[in-house]
């Protein structure tokens, strides 16, 4: 069993940044995909990010997530981070974290393929 704890989330206005951040209960990221998704009301749940610990860190975007998010993570503190920045109203969900165990550098991008998942951080974007 793996638990993930999210926060960082808030209100900003249009333009602005927010770094998310996501504590896992593992020792280590070396088994480990970490991923970021977003659900808005009415929507499904959308990837916006992931990343792949190994040899070589990996990571991966959700288009809309692509030139205004960047993933990174600290092994040591067990932390994945989400900085956002050019936030738009459209960016306004919540915010999860998943993990699932790591097969090659293959990042996932289905909700349904993470097997833990964190319970969530609002990001609100005002306009």
């Known amino acids: 069993q793996v638990q993930l704890v999210e926060s960082g989330g808030g209100l900003v206005q249009a333009g602005g940044s927010l770094r998310l951040s996501c504590v896992a209960s593992v020792r280590t990221f070396d088994n480990n995909v970490m991923g970021w998704f977003r659900q808005a009301p009415g929507k499904e749940r959308e990837f916006v990010a992931g990343l792949s610990w190994g040899a070589d860190i990996a990571t991966s975007y959700g288009s809309s997530a692509k030139g205004r998010f960047t993933m990174s993570g600290d092994n040591d503190k067990s932390t994945v981070y989400l900085q956002m920045n050019s936030l738009k109203p459209e960016d306004t969900a919540v915010y999860s974290c998943?993990?699932?165990?790591?097969?090659?550098?293959?990042?996932?991008?289905?909700?349904?393929?993470?097997?833990?998942w964190g319970q969530g951080t609002q990001v609100t974007v005002s306009s």
């Open positions: 998943a993990t699932v165990r790591r097969f090659h550098s293959y990042i996932p991008r289905a909700p349904g393929q993470y097997e833990y």
